[in-house]
T-cell receptor, first 109, second 117 residues
Framework: SQQGEEDPQALSIQEGENATMNCSYKTSINNLQWYRQNSGRGLVHLIL?????REKHSGRLRVTLDTSKKSSSLLITASRAADTASYFCATIKDDKIIFGKGTRLHILP | DGGITQSPKYLFRKEGQNVTLSCEQN?????MYWYRQDPGQGLRLIYYSQIVNDFQKGDIAEGYSVSREKKESFPLTVTSAQKNPTAFYLC????????????????FGDGTRLSIL
């Protein structure tokens, strides 16, 4: 079964709106990472949040982590067309990094 | 500037043929990884290596082989034993964390798309 699972699987919003996607995981973690993948490209690391952090910001990105609920959320504010991509969370399980199946985000003009 | 280079971008395999995907990094990273991605899916780990001349199987190693003769290079061979090789293959690298159960950010190449002829 997946260590990290993103929700929703797909999301379409109007340009300028905020986009929120969630990640749930099963085992205890030291950190959780979020990545972006544009169509046909490799993944790009966005942000890492440690287990002792509750919130982290990077530009228009805001990541939260709730270790009691084993969940994380990624918020993209003031979305742009260039944010259209798939977003993955990644955690560690059995010493290996595990990626979820991702949320496909589509920004409508 | 530093990064990971995967080649070729597109590759076609004939029945019964082995093919090798190249992955080179100049980031001086100790760890390297190979992932397989099927349409609409996440990444599945094939093999990973934390040091030269050593590597470990991931979740779907059957039908694949790797070598790590140099720190910069981690080629993946898709053998004829892999009956369903059509997929997008991604190579990544990262520093090694001194802490167990802590993953450091991975840097990815732009992938090789493998298809069957």
């Amino acid at each position: 079964s997946q260590q990290g699972e993103e929700d929703p699987q797909a999301l379409s919003i109007q340009e300028g709106e905020n986009a929120t996607m969630n990640c749930s995981y099963k085992t205890s973690i030291n950190n959780l990472q979020w990545y972006r993948q544009n169509s046909g490209r490799g993944l790009v690391h966005l942000i890492l949040i440690r287990s002792n952090e509750r919130e982290k910001h990077s530009g228009r990105l805001r990541v939260t982590l709730d270790t009691s609920k084993k969940s994380s959320s990624l918020l993209i504010t003031a979305s742009r067309a260039a944010d259209t991509a798939s977003y993955f969370c990644a955690t560690i399980k059995d010493d290996k990094i595990i990626f979820g199946k991702g949320t496909r985000l589509h920004i409508l003009p | 500037d530093g990064g990971i280079t995967q080649s070729p971008k597109y590759l076609f395999r004939k029945e019964g043929q082995n093919v090798t995907l190249s992955c080179e990094q100049n980031l001086n990273h100790d760890a390297m990884y190979w992932y397989r991605q099927d349409p609409g899916q996440g990444l599945r780990l094939i093999y990973y290596s934390q040091i030269v001349n050593d590597f470990q199987k991931g979740d779907i190693a059957e039908g694949y082989s790797v070598s790590r003769e140099k720190k910069e290079s981690f080629p993946l061979t898709v053998t004829s034993a892999q009956k369903n090789p059509t997929a997008f293959y991604l190579c990544a690298s990262s520093p090694l964390s001194p802490l167990r159960q802590e993953a450091l950010p991975q840097h990815f190449g732009d992938g090789t798309r493998l298809s069957i002829l």
